[in-house]
T-cell receptor, first 113, second 112 residues
Framework: GENVEQHPSTLSVQEGDSAVIKCTYS??????FPWYKQELGKRPQLIID?????GEKKDQRIAVTLNKTAKHFSLHITETQPEDSAVYFC????????????FGAGTTVTVRA | DGGITQSPKYLFRKEGQNVTLSCEQN?????MYWYRQDPGQGLRLIYY???????QKGDIAEGYSVSREKKESFPLTVTSAQKNPTAFYLC???????????FGPGTRLTVL
């Protein structure tokens, strides 16, 4: 099955700086890559996703890049703010068939004021 | 994701007891999923259902059971066979149009 690895496990950044989280996946058939943000004790919420026919996608301060050849994708958060502090999860899925999501282990991001 | 509810929010179980976690959605989604979350780990898939009256085992199904008698409901039973059931349990449903999985608020199960 799909194996998703996520790095780093923790990330501390100064407010206003950028944060980058990287994930790799093993199944070359995976074609859908969502990112979720989870605040303490809350449900994961989708913040951005990308499909394999696109190399980059942006939504305000958040961007995701995908390198299909290398089988890795990254989340970029610019101009970080205290409310960006949370756990971020990457995931990969094959869109067709069973649509199962395989998640990375998560990155705890702390934005220092 | 406000259309997915889980109950109870907190659940305490004695060893040897079966407990059932509720998951309801009013989003008209066909597919529903159950995940387990442990500290420092990602979400692991327990069971999933693509359609009413059908479900499949995920990666860690041992000690769990589910049913899918109605489109809106996908309850999870944690049986006494589950050796380490203390965890945060998340239910999700998937939009067919966007492939996005939306999560419920979760149930935190503690075995006493």
């Amino acid at each position: 099955g799909e194996n998703v690895e996520q790095h780093p496990s923790t990330l501390s950044v100064q407010e206003g700086d950028s944060a980058v989280i990287k994930c790799t996946y093993s199944d070359s058939a995976s074609n859908y890559f969502p990112w979720y943000k989870q605040e303490l004790g809350k449900r994961p919420q989708l913040i951005i996703d990308i499909r394999s026919n696109v190399g980059e996608k942006k939504d305000q301060r958040i961007a995701v890049t995908l390198n299909k050849t290398a089988k890795h994708f990254s989340l970029h958060i610019t101009e970080t703010q205290p409310e960006d502090s949370a756990v971020y999860f990457c995931a990969a899925s094959i869109v067709r068939g069973d649509y199962k999501l395989s998640f990375g282990a998560g990155t705890t991001v702390t934005v220092r004021a | 994701d406000g259309g997915i509810t889980q109950s109870p929010k907190y659940l305490f179980r004695k060893e040897g007891q079966n407990v059932t976690l509720s998951c309801e959605q009013n989003l008209n989604h066909d597919a529903m999923y159950w995940y387990r979350q442990d500290p420092g780990q990602g979400l692991r898939l327990i069971y999933y259902s693509q359609i009413v009256n059908d479900f499949q085992k995920g990666d860690i199904a041992e000690g769990y059971s589910v049913s899918r008698e109605k489109k809106e409901s996908f309850p999870l039973t944690v049986t006494s066979a589950q050796k380490n059931p203390t965890a945060f349990y998340l239910c999700a449903s998937r939009s067919k149009s966007t492939d996005t999985q939306y999560f419920g608020p979760g149930t935190r199960l503690t075995v006493l």
